[in-house]
């Protein structure tokens, strides 16, 4: 059917690795991508796990395509939906259904959430903070702060994303990852904090394996942010 005037396809495209995947976009069933002020840029993709390919059975799984640590793009267009990493796989087996496989990734500041450490700045205002911190990921900023220089700051057995988070309430600012064509970090004065939204993914009766690289379980996600 040709595509109407002023119309787009409302189907995603997936790139891994920096090399398009049209098969993921091909077998895709549901996608959730969520922004909050609360913690990760994250997006969770739900993908058909059974197929045929050269007279054998293709599958995605655990291999060269899909990795832990492997970068994730879906764009809509020219657009950039989400840009970040794999951190988890979901093996589903509903009953009476075919196999899944689900896709979970979380953005750059993933980096910044595993990073944990203690340390102290002394004689800096929180724009230098935030500037050598994110120079410690190798994040390109984008920085609009004001407030006074600090005697001394103290990140005591923090990762670097909570011990950001903190430091931008305490100046009324907001930090978060910017997606566009190229991301960027970006933290901006806020005159009014921003409700935040907050998802529940429930499986119920379902066979589910979830499967994370074991640097990732050394501590609860929600401990870092």
């Given amino acids: 059917m040709a595509q109407l005037d002023g119309t787009r396809v409302g189907r995603p495209s997936f790139v891994l690795g920096g090399e398009a995947e049209p098969d993921l976009a091909e077998r895709l069933l549901q996608m959730l991508v969520v922004e909050n002020t609360a913690g990760l840029?994250?997006?969770?993709?739900?993908?058909?796990?059974?197929?045929?390919?050269?007279?054998?059975?293709?599958?995605?799984?655990?291999s060269e395509k899909l990795d832990?640590?492997?970068?994730?793009?879906?764009?809509?267009?020219?657009?950039?939906?989400?840009?970040?990493?794999?951190?988890?796989?979901?093996?589903?087996?509903?009953?009476?259904?075919?196999?899944?496989?689900?896709?979970?990734?979380?953005?750059?500041?993933?980096?910044?959430?595993m990073t944990r450490r203690t340390r102290t700045f002394t004689d800096a205002d929180d724009a230098s903070v935030f500037r050598q911190i994110s120079?410690?990921?190798a994040c390109p900023r984008?920085?609009?702060?004001?407030?006074?220089?600090?005697?001394?700051?103290?990140?005591?057995?923090?990762?670097d994303l909570a011990f950001l988070r903190e430091r931008a309430r305490a100046i009324d600012a907001n930090c978060g990852w910017k997606v566009t064509n190229s991301a960027r970090n970006r933290a901006r004065a806020a005159t009014a904090a921003r409700p935040s939204s907050r998802e529940t993914l429930t499986c119920a009766?379902?066979?589910c394996w979830r499967t994370w690289p074991a640097s990732a379980r050394a501590f609860s996600p929600m401990a870092g942010m």
């Fill in 142 to 159: 984008t920085l609009d702060l004001t407030g006074p220089t600090h005697k001394m700051l103290a990140q005591v057995n923090q990762s």
């Fill in 68 to 113: 832990f640590g492997k970068a994730l793009q879906v764009k809509h267009g020219d657009d950039t939906l989400f840009d970040g990493r794999i951190m988890g796989l979901e093996a589903h087996f509903p009953e009476g259904d075919k196999p899944q496989i689900c896709v979970l990734a979380e953005d750059r500041f993933q980096d910044l959430r």
């Fill in 135 to 137: 120079g410690n990921h």
């Fill in 205 to 207: 009766n379902l066979p």
């Fill in 41 to 62: 840029y994250r997006c969770e993709a739900l993908f058909g796990n059974w197929g045929t390919s050269d007279g054998g059975v293709a599958s995605f799984s655990r």
